[in-house]
């Protein structure tokens, strides 16, 4: 028996076979039960846990249709439409279905409609109905109202005026009905008989595209898998051709015998459609993640799916074969990296309009980076990214803290000027030389209405006594004011 | 005998074309002969170790000049040779054979202690003995890169590192890469992995690949991962693939090491920026990097001060501050036979030139020219 708190009072919120026997019923105080039998075990609600176990079912559910669907806490919508050919007919589907959650331990009904309210009315008043096109009216005409999906306050000002039964909300003249009902209660109606479509919106996105692979022994090994998803994207390019498309990202679907699915997706740089590439980005995934991936009692179904596409453009290569599509190379390269090390495992860097040095390079992921162009045939010098702007361009250092590290500086000769040592990381360099300085101001076109301006970095190019050089930057100005803070010093970059 | 000759020659002639296609290098060695030409000079032979020369003699000696052809040996590859086979082949001859192996630093002295330049295709370490020196390391590795990219303009580059170096020397700075080395930044690629062992998978997919003008790797300290065995495997991918690898130990020690070259690079005070009025006083000019050759192919040691000039993407020698290390020789750029005697292995003796690092800081001068 399962207990949850409504209304400041523990109620049964769920109770098994046994406990019905003892003529307990849902909604009844738990005080109230251990009165009458004080021997009832009593475990809390746990909302969460159901609603993940719900999704793992559904999940678990993707092998019979792509479009599976949560309904409230304890149903799940399968639009079958296409699919029961795959398993010899609506009824061997449905029976297949209620076999294995039965395997799995779950006591579960279906119904089978050809709308989703009438299949929804079937499960829950029928149990393993099948209802043929047409047969709705029929079915729900003597159901009671609560078959027909409305609020509660509607249901009970509906019995208050007579209409118990949906045949008898049927028989009802409409225009009354929805000036006091409202419109919900014949939307819901038309949807279940068929005269609305009722939209099931599925978990997850449909592929467009995708291949399985039903298994009469369950693969257990990883080498096993990754010959399968060869084979699998081998039926896939066929379909890719015929739609000019390539697979931008992939997902490969590995369903376990006791009902556990495990989703493993990639991501490629350019659209893809070549098994043996495709192969490969998922070797390198799978070796990833070989120590999250429980193949328990092993695998049954495979399936690869495209999650999205791109138009693909083939390009002509020449006589000798030999053409060296360096792009290509570095675009599978960095999907490999990605798909075993994640999304940031290659970055590339963009240039950016700011004088901000930590603000004017961007490091982007790969994937998401702009695509360089690829030199000419003629082996052209590339267009200059940024035209000079001065023709002294300040110097700039080649590495670049990712956070400035504050120094400290004891002394400097001049308020305004470069600092004589420096402790820096808990060492002491004395400066024998410094340029600078270089004032760079904040942003103010960035910086919100009302907001402080940030204070002002006046720049120093640094050589220490072992000719290391570095670059310094003192925040603010020193003030006259007793009250202010002296300004903080930051390292910033190392020169070459 | 005439016959033997030509075929001789012929079976050279396939060799060193066989070599070429491979991309590696057929070293031909001579055995000492009385009246061959090419034959050891005396004070060489008397160099060296009294096993190798008798090994080397007692054949010719036993079965007469018919033998000769038996005793040429070919070597491959660039790994195996050890130093004293190039101080007899002749630094001289071996550059002009393989000028398009090699790198050339367009600095004479480096490159003929380099014996001909950095090679192109293997993988090159390049050490910073403190993190601090990562500024310069760094800078030395892309200048070289910038070296690479005058035949290969347009390849991307990749930056391979672990998250540490990156935290602790900094993340490369693409608009100050451009600036001192013309490196676009759309030719740069970075890759941080979390580990070590993700940075060697990294390098290595990446040192298969033709499609980068050159991949660097950054590791910092020395982790036991980055053993004999794993250079070995980056060398011979780079080996294969035909393209330089650069790798950046910060804070590393002197481990053995499957790469043929070592060098070890900090920073060198800048000179003064020049102005049409002379050198301005107290600014801080072109990068300057010092270089010491840890472990090469020649075994022949050196110290270098550099300076790199952005306008051009050269190197310059700077001569001040130079120690002359290795004699200068009479002959021009052929220091060999100017060395004094010639060892198989180089002692300890023959480095006593002023200004020579400790042996402290270069273990990999105590033992043989082996790889690694």
């Known amino acids: 028996m399962v207990s949850h708190r409504d209304n400041n009072t523990q109620r049964i919120a769920a109770l098994d076979e046994r406990a019905e026997a003892l003529k307990l019923k849902r909604g009844m105080g738990i005080a109230d039960a251990r009165a009458m039998h004080p021997t009832i075990d009593v475990v809390e609600a746990d909302a969460e846990a159901d609603r993940r176990l719900l999704e793992g079912l559904a999940d678990w559910c993707d092998r019979y249709t792509p479009l599976v669907a949560i309904d409230g806490e304890d149903g799940l919508f399968l639009d079958v439409t296409g699919c029961t050919h795959l398993f010899g007919g609506e009824r061997a589907m449905q029976d297949e279905i209620l076999t294995r959650f039965f395997q799995q331990g779950f006591d579960v009904r279906a119904g089978l409609a050809s709308t989703p309210g009438a299949a929804w009315a079937a499960a829950r008043f029928h149990g393993d109905r099948i209802v043929a096109g047409g047969e709705e009216e029929a079915l729900l005409a003597p159901l009671p109202l609560s078959a027909l999906r409305i609020a509660p306050q509607t249901r009970a000002s509906l019995e208050s005026v007579g209409l118990r039964t949906a045949g008898a909300v049927m028989a009802a003249p409409r225009a009354p009905l929805a000036r006091r009902f409202g419109a919900t209660l014949l939307l819901r109606l038309d949807q279940a008989l068929g005269r609305l479509d009722e939209a099931v919106s599925p978990r997850l996105p449909v592929a467009p595209l995708s291949v399985e692979r039903h298994l009469a022994e369950p693969v257990v090994l990883t080498d096993d898998i990754e010959r399968l998803v060869s084979r699998l994207a081998i039926a896939l390019k066929t379909d890719l051709e015929r739609r000019g498309e390539g697979a931008r990202t992939l997902a490969l679907l590995l369903f376990r015998v006791d009902g556990a699915v495990n989703r493993i997706a990639v991501g490629t740089s350019r659209p893809m459609r070549e098994p043996r590439l495709i192969q490969r980005l998922f070797h390198e995934r799978l070796t990833a993640l070989e120590q999250s991936i429980d193949a328990g009692f092993g695998f049954d179904l495979v399936r690869l799916s495209v999650l999205s596409v791109a138009a693909f453009d083939l390009a002509q290569g020449d006589l000798t074969g030999d053409t060296d599509d360096d792009d290509a190379d570095i675009a599978l390269f960095a999907d490999r990296v990605r798909a075993r090390l994640g999304e940031a495992a290659v970055l590339k860097p963009v240039v950016v309009e700011s004088h901000l040095p930590e603000r004017a390079v961007k490091t982007v992921p790969f994937a998401e980076a702009p695509q360089r162009r690829a030199p000419a045939a003629g082996r052209a010098a590339l267009p200059r990214t940024t035209p000079p702007m001065t023709i002294y361009p300040p110097e700039r250092p080649v590495r670049l803290f990712r956070s400035p590290e504050p120094i400290e500086v004891p002394a400097t000769e001049i308020p305004e000027g470069p600092p004589m040592n420096f402790r820096w990381r808990r060492a002491l360099y004395r400066v024998a030389r410094a340029e600078g300085p270089e004032r760079i101001a904040a942003e103010w076109w960035r910086q919100l209405p009302g907001e402080e301006e940030a204070p002002t970095r006046d720049y120093y190019r640094i050589e220490d006594s072992e000719g290391r050089r570095y670059w310094l930057y003192r925040q603010g100005l020193y003030s006259s004011a007793a009250q202010a803070a002296p300004p903080r010093w930051f390292m910033h970059g190392v020169f070459a | ?372």
């Open chain 2, 1 to 372: 005998m005439a016959m033997s000759a030509v075929a001789r020659d012929t079976v050279f002639a396939l060799r060193r074309q066989i070599a070429k296609i491979e991309g590696t290098l057929p070293e031909r060695l001579q055995a000492p002969m009385a009246g061959a030409p090419g034959a050891i000079p005396g004070e060489a032979r008397s160099g060296l170790p009294s096993g190798i020369a008798e090994k080397l003699n007692r054949p010719g000696d036993a079965t007469g000049p018919d033998m000769t052809r038996d005793r040429t040996i070919v070597r491959r590859g660039l790994a195996v040779a050890s130093a004293d086979a190039f101080l007899r082949t002749g630094i001289g001859r071996l550059a002009v054979a393989s000028a398009d192996a090699f790198l050339r630093t367009g600095i004479g002295r480096l490159d003929t202690a380099l014996g001909g330049g950095l090679p192109k295709a293997a993988l090159s370490e390049i050490h910073g003995l403190e993190t601090r020196d990562a500024g310069a390391v760094a800078g030395f590795a892309l200048s070289l890169v910038s070296l690479v990219l005058r035949e290969k303009q347009g390849l991307p580059i990749l930056w391979v590192g672990t998250a540490e170096i990156f935290h602790e020397a900094g993340f490369p700075y693409a608009r100050g890469l451009h600036a001192l080395f013309g490196i676009e930044p759309g030719q740069l690629l970075f890759s941080e992995a979390p580990k070590l062992l993700d940075a060697l998978w990294i390098a290595e997919e990446a040192a298969r690949m033709t499609a980068f003008a050159a991949v660097i790797l950054e590791i910092r300290g020395s982790p036991r991962r980055l053993d004999l065995t794993a250079t070995r495997r980056l060398h011979a991918r780079a080996q294969n693939a035909g393209r330089p690898l650069l790798l950046l130990r910060q804070a590393g020690e002197a481990d053995p090491t499957a790469a043929p070259v070592r060098l070890i690079v900090s920073a060198a005070p800048a000179a003064s920026r020049e102005t049409v009025a002379g050198p301005l006083a107290g600014s801080i000019g072109r990068p300057a990097f010092k270089v010491d050759i840890g472990k090469s192919r020649t075994a022949l040691p050196g110290q270098f001060t550099l300076e790199w000039n952005p306008n051009e993407h050269a190197f310059a020698e700077r001569a001040e501050n130079s120690v002359a290390v290795v004699p200068a020789s009479g002959r021009g750029a052929d220091p060999a036979p100017a060395s004094g005697a010639v060892l198989a292995f180089p002692s300890v003796a023959s480095f006593a030139a002023g200004g020579q690092p400790s042996r402290q800081q270069h273990p990999a001068h105590r033992g043989p020219r082996r790889a690694g």
